[in-house]
């Protein structure tokens, strides 16, 4: 097991006001992408400001959590999909293990989650396979559920898209470039909240709230709690560091489809989460929301021209989104390790003690 420890303090990540992005000029659009470059190179998660998502999708998503995680268990395991590779409903604390992503071993991950996505019926012309566009399992209760999840969702999907064209514009292609590969994105809101029951907070070692991983897809807005112990990233030089929120700003990070097209020149950022408990060992409670823009299931990822040279030869081969995404899910969510995710892991391995 190569859990790190907290080896560093808060690390600054950088925070980028995107307002202006689509409707400034071309001087406001060349310094946002310029930021986002830099952050992408050096960090590879950023603080959002300027995004235009009002407060109130986020009170009623947290409101949507709060109320569902506080059923009794027996309601929240009603809504387990069929099979684990079903991306869907309640996934129970020490369900899924995130390193197996990586191919590496890990005790169970203590959090609890919900997973809504996008459904094959959103794109009915396209004849989607379920399999990766399956369909939603929405609890009955509470009544409030849908409407404020599916809010939130299409809040963090319009605010995805227009970074994917941010990043276009950073990477010198057109602002639409991406559009062909994200246009019947298969993505995916996973709720989490990681809280011990009173009481028992008897850990193996090296548990965590969730595992290190990196995120499978291109981009991922998250929504967090201001809560320590909580995530942290891993710096390049393998130390980690706690990450909290801004006021008002949101979390972003870059998925390994990023680091794909762009050969590493932009990092798909190791991150994990402490388990919820304060320094004299009692549980907190702690929540948050990753939507992952993950991509069409059939865009078939290749490196860019751009970021290939003699210096730099191509460090993945193409792969389709679906197959990369299968391959990570049967790690977490299956607990079959990933054979395919070398790379990524052994920023991980590096670490071993
Ligand atoms: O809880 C967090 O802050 C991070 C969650 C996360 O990394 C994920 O859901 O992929
Ligand atoms: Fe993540």
Not at 32 to 60: C, Y
Not at 156 to 178: G, H
Not at 288 to 298: E, I, T, V
Request: aromatic share 8%; proline share 8%; charged share 25%.
């Amino acid at each position: 097991m190569s859990t790190a420890k907290a080896t560093g303090g808060p690390l600054q990540v950088p925070v980028v006001d995107i307002d202006g992005f689509e409707d400034g000029d071309t001087e406001r659009r060349a310094e946002i992408a310029r930021l986002v470059d830099r952050a992408a190179r050096e960090v590879g998660f950023l603080q959002i400001k300027g995004h235009g998502i009002p407060e109130i999708a986020a009170d009623g998503l947290a409101e949507a959590m709060d109320d569902f995680f506080a059923l009794p268990f027996e309601d929240k395991v009603a809504y387990k999909p069929p099979t684990p590779e079903v991306n869907r409903g309640y996934t129970a604390p020490r369900d899924e293990r995130l390193s197996y992503s990586l191919g590496v071993t890990s005790p169970a991950d203590l959090f609890e989650a919900y997973n809504v996505g996008v459904e094959a019926s959103k794109f009915a012309d396209l004849d989607l396979p379920e399999d990766h566009y399956p369909a939603n399992m929405w609890p009955e209760r509470p009544a409030l559920f849908e409407r404020n999840v599916e809010e939130w969702m299409r809040q963090a999907n319009k605010l995805a898209n227009t970074l994917t064209r941010v990043f276009a514009v950073a990477l010198d292609l057109p602002a639409d470039y991406f559009k062909s590969y994200t246009d019947h994105s298969m993505d995916t809101l996973r709720m989490n909240r990681y809280q011990l029951p009173d009481g028992d907070v008897r850990l193996e070692p090296g548990q965590l709230g969730m595992g290190p991983h990196t995120d499978y897809g291109v981009v991922t807005v998250l929504w967090a709690d201001d809560v320590l112990p909580g995530l942290q990233i891993l710096d390049s030089e393998g130390g980690w560091h706690d990450v909290r929120p801004a006021p008002g700003a949101l979390l972003i990070n870059l998925g390994d489809l990023l680091a794909r097209w762009t050969n590493d020149r932009w990092i798909s950022t190791m991150h994990q989460v402490l388990a919820p408990v304060d320094s004299e060992g009692r549980p907190l409670l702690r929540r948050s929301a990753a939507y992952f823009l993950d991509g069409n299931a059939d865009a078939v990822i290749d490196c860019l021209p751009s970021c290939l040279g003699p210096e730099e030869p191509k460090l993945y081969e193409p792969v389709t989104v679906a197959e990369h995404l299968a391959a990570k899910l049967a790690g977490s969510r299956s607990l079959k390790p990933n054979p395919n995710a070398g790379r990524e892991a052994s920023r991980l391995r590096s670490l071993s003690v």
